[in-house]
């Protein structure tokens, strides 16, 4: 399969613990995003990197979370001290970029990590 | 700064009638705009894209959509609707200038039998 995957597929977790979440893309793409959903929402944007540096981080992302992708390949996105707020669907997605002032390509999602905070 | 606006959060359609979902976006500069699917407990597909080429675009499983900038929309067609088109669907924007991208809220599309 050579789609964006994604680890765990589901993770229940008592309040105040941390968790991480894993991110694969499609090994040709340099960019790789992290959004959140939430039941009846569009997914929110949290932060993405090209190749291996973060380029941005919406003011969702707040200090208990942090993302890496440190030889600019697969991905993690964890979160410290989760609070019952943080109960969402975490996708990742991926694409390419190859310029600066070049339009991005579609991006393509993985299934998601659905995390349950009790 | 950009946005997106999906004016209806549920539309429902009988099958073999057609479909419209309708979506308005703002943005600043020169967009990119998609839709995505997305089917109970599946992952989003992409199923078209408008990059500032043809203003009118094809899709997959029959869906097209128009890039009209007087309207500021990009709405979303299907001449004859199938159950399996029953899923959520969401208008994203992108701008180049800020690489935001933007998901609307969303429809939820019903097909009736």
């Known amino acids: 399969d050579t789609g964006v995957s994604q680890n765990p597929r589901h993770k229940i977790t008592k309040r105040g613990q941390n968790v991480t979440f894993r991110c694969d893309p499609i090994s040709e793409h340099n960019r790789l995003y992290w959004y959140r959903q939430t039941l009846g929402q569009g997914p929110e944007f949290l932060t993405y990197?090209?190749?291996?540096?973060?380029l941005e981080k919406s003011r969702l992302l707040s200090d208990r979370f942090s993302a890496e992708r440190p030889k600019g390949s697969f991905s993690t996105l964890e979160i410290q001290r989760t609070e019952q707020g943080d109960s969402a669907m975490y996708l990742c997605a991926s694409s390419t970029r190859w310029g600066a002032g070049q339009k991005s390509d579609e991006q393509y999602f993985g299934p998601g990590t659905r995390l349950t905070v009790t | 700064a950009q946005s997106v606006t999906q004016l209806d959060s549920h539309v429902s359609v009988s099958e073999g009638t057609p479909v419209l979902l309708r979506c308005n976006y703002s943005?600043?500069?020169?967009?990119?705009l998609f839709w995505y699917v997305q089917h109970p407990n599946k992952g989003l597909q992409l199923l078209l894209k408008y990059t500032s080429a043809a203003t009118l675009v094809k899709g997959i499983n029959g869906f097209e959509a128009e890039f009209k900038k007087s309207e500021t929309s990009f709405h979303l067609t299907k001449p004859s609707a199938h159950m399996s088109d029953a899923a959520e669907y969401f208008c994203?924007?992108?701008?180049?200038?800020?690489?935001?991208?933007?998901f609307g809220k969303g429809t939820r599309l019903h097909i009736l039998p």
């Open positions: 990197f090209q190749n291996e540096a973060q």
């Open positions: 943005s600043s500069y020169s967009p990119s």
């Open positions: 994203v924007v992108s701008d180049i200038r800020d690489d935001k991208i933007i």
